[in-house]
């Protein structure tokens, strides 16, 4: 064994030092980056992309860099703060992240005040282990006294600024290095934030964080310009070749002078349907009712973060929800050619229904962009039992029933259910389900209310039938989005039996139910077809003889289209599923995984295009445009 010698202990003595003097910096660095690591594992869900640790590393450089231009004495509270508001927004990230499996923007931000459900929500969304990115916070406090108190040296200026320096530019060489990798590999992966998810594994929450706010800014500036003329040919070329008439023409015009009663119903997911739990079926009043129906079994929801209003806002108008944040929101002030104005062109009265205050997700502002006569929101309606969020699904049906009984017809009357709204425990006290094993869970809550709801839409649809509205009525019922989050994935597999947990399989079950009824029970069967909420107005613009213009989606019952685009990039083709946040394709039928070939790279970037379009036309206000060219 060796002694140290006195060198040595110089050595010793100068590496102490300076691990003493740097000890702020080395606490901030190693926790910070502990954190964003964590939390990329929590979003990653299972594709942990480890080169990851080099953006983080780099945005922390970059950040501690800033701390080196300080005096040492204030850089320690400079730290501090950062460490604060680093760990708020990754708390509100993982919150975010549970609930829309999605992460935080600018444009979400500033549509916060729409975000009630999730708001209301945030003891469910919320977890203990979230204080533990908190934790450090009550280190670093009393290590920061310490060092105030014991810190002496101050180092001038020009060697702090040359600290500074250095520091910032291997970060930020570090981070070029990555953007450049990751715009080599999926070019406009960037600018358009199409897969979230995908990107913030590849660069890490700040990263994303400023790229975000870069691209809002930057788009706020674009937009307030006109789109390329070339660009604004290109979008009507395309619009007016999707909504050309297929050779085909089943259901035309077959709606035309009879009401059209559309059911949007909060998170009915798809596999609740024909499906028991504890002996009992879950939704009995439904499986009913799709015997009686054209019931298509492989209807996608596509809604994005603007959920139940992208819902609302894709089946009546056929455009893909924006971006990022709520079209209901952003776009409020665009032109529509909206299936109620359509509709009023055809002298239809125009209603929509909901038992949640107005202004929630803007819909007293949307309503009216989209050409509803009324909207008969929590103020119009006796607020006599409230469950949840508002106004009880048994109490709005029934009062909904009596107004649609007063409304001019033919009419179109849009209503959107609220009871089985997460986080579901709410309904529990309003029935008695016995949902055995599953009691107390995520999802037996969820079974909980979906019966309930299911059992006040029996009730409606029975008496929309006995009072003689059904007869001279087409209806269409669907489920908004899902009802399990991501979160909570591993409880529905089990509740079904799969043994399987991949991509593939999460996304069977992203499926809501569409029943389309038409007098007499005429049309009943199941429609196995690949379709999405995109389609649902196209459908119903062919059964009504209304024009179509501006729709991205396909009629459902005429034509062979199975193109299901979802707004992160992924996609159905009726043959296979493409995955964006992993990059992979499955085979729709067998669930293998099939290679990218030419073609699927092809059809990928249509996809993607189709998707630029449809934000072009919502931030250029195209409708307007294009309508005043034709001179409407
Ligand atoms: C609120 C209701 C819920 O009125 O539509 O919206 P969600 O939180 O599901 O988007
Ligand atoms: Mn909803």
């Known amino acids: 064994m060796r002694f140290p010698d006195v060198k040595d202990n110089k050595i010793f003595g100068r590496v102490l030092n300076l691990l003493f003097n740097n000890i702020d910096i080395i606490l901030f660095c190693s926790i910070v980056f502990v954190k964003l690591m964590s939390y990329e594992k929590d979003i990653s869900s299972g594709y942990l992309n480890k080169s990851v640790i080099f953006p983080i590393a780099a945005s922390i ?6 701390s080196f231009a300080f005096k040492e004495k204030t850089r320690i509270s400079f730290l501090y703060i950062a460490d604060i508001v680093l760990s708020a927004i990754l708390i509100a990230d993982l919150m975010y992240y549970r609930y829309f499996k999605d992460i935080t923007t600018v444009a979400a931000i500033r549509n916060a005040k729409l975000l009630q459900g999730v708001s ?6 919320a977890s203990v282990k979230d204080l533990y990115y908190l934790l450090d916070l009550f280190i670093l406090l009393p290590v920061a006294r310490i060092y105030k108190k014991k810190k002496k040296n101050i180092k001038p200026l020009p060697k702090r600024l040359l600290s500074f320096l250095i520091i910032f530019v291997l970060g930020f060489g570090i981070n070029a290095s990555v953007f450049y990798r990751v715009s080599k590999q999926q070019p406009t992966l960037l600018t358009s934030m199409s897969n979230r998810i995908y990107l913030t594994n590849m660069i890490g929450d700040v990263d994303f964080h400023l790229v975000d706010s870069y691209n809002y800014i930057s788009n706020s500036i674009k937009n307030s310009k006109k789109l390329p003329d070339q660009k604004e040919k290109d979008i009507k070329t395309f619009l007016q070749n999707n909504n050309k008439d297929t050779d085909e023409s089943n259901f035309k015009g077959i709606g035309e002078g009879k009401n059209l009663i559309v059911i949007q119903v909060e998170a009915l997911q798809g596999f609740v349907i024909n499906q028991k739990v504890n002996g009992q079926e879950i939704t009995p009043n439904l499986n009913k009712w799709v015997n009686k129906c054209m019931y298509f079994d492989n209807y996608f929801y596509q809604v994005a973060g603007g959920n139940t209003s992208d819902a609302e806002f894709m089946s009546n108008n056929s455009l893909y929800p924006a971006q990022s944040g709520a079209a209901y929101y952003t776009y409020s002030g665009d032109k529509y050619d ?3 104005s ?10 929509a229904l909901h038992g949640n205050s107005e202004g929630f997700w803007n819909r007293n502002v949307m309503y009216k962009a989209q050409s509803f006569d009324d909207f008969f929101g929590e103020h119009s309606f006796n607020v006599d039992e409230k469950i949840g969020l508002g106004l009880s699904d048994k109490s709005f049906l029934n009062q909904s029933l009596e107004k649609m009984k007063s409304f001019k017809q033919p009419y179109y009357s849009f209503l959107v259910t609220l009871t089985s709204h997460f986080p579901y425990e709410a309904v529990d006290k309003y029935g008695d389900f016995n949902v055995g094993e599953y009691e107390g869970t995520f999802i037996g809550n969820y079974l909980k209310a979906i019966h309930y709801t299911d059992a006040q839409l029996g009730e409606f649809l029975d008496n929309l039938e006995k009072d003689g509205i059904m007869q001279n009525s087409i209806i269409a019922l669907y489920g908004d989005h899902f009802a399990i989050p991501k979160d909570n994935a591993q409880q529905l597999f089990k509740f079904e039996n799969e043994s399987n947990s991949d991509d593939y399989t999460w996304f069977k079950y992203q499926k809501v139910p569409l029943l389309l009824h038409f007098p007499g029970d005429e049309y009943a069967g199941v429609n196995h077809k690949y379709t999405g909420q995109m389609d649902l107005y196209p459908t119903l613009a062919n059964m009504y003889n209304l024009p179509k213009n501006y729709m991205f989606g ?17 996609f159905i083709d009726g043959q296979n599923l493409y995955v964006s946040w992993s990059n992979t394709y ?10 990218e070939t030419e073609e699927l790279k092809n059809e990928k ?4 295009k189709e998707l630029e379009y449809s934000d072009d036309l919502l931030n250029h206000n195209l409708i307007n445009t294009f309508d005043q060219e034709k001179g409407n």
């Open 338 to 340: 909206s299936l109620a």
């Open 120 to 125: 209301s929500s945030v003891s469910s969304v």
């Open 61 to 66: 450089l970059i950040l501690t860099s800033f």
């Open 342 to 351: 359509s509709l009023k062109d055809k002298n239809y009265y125009t209603a």
């Open 586 to 595: 499955y085979n729709l039928k067998s669930g293998t995984k099939v290679n």
């Open 554 to 570: 396909n009629d459902m019952l005429n034509g062979t289209s199975q193109k299901v685009i979802f707004r992160n990039g992924s």
């Open 605 to 608: 970037n249509e996809y993607t």
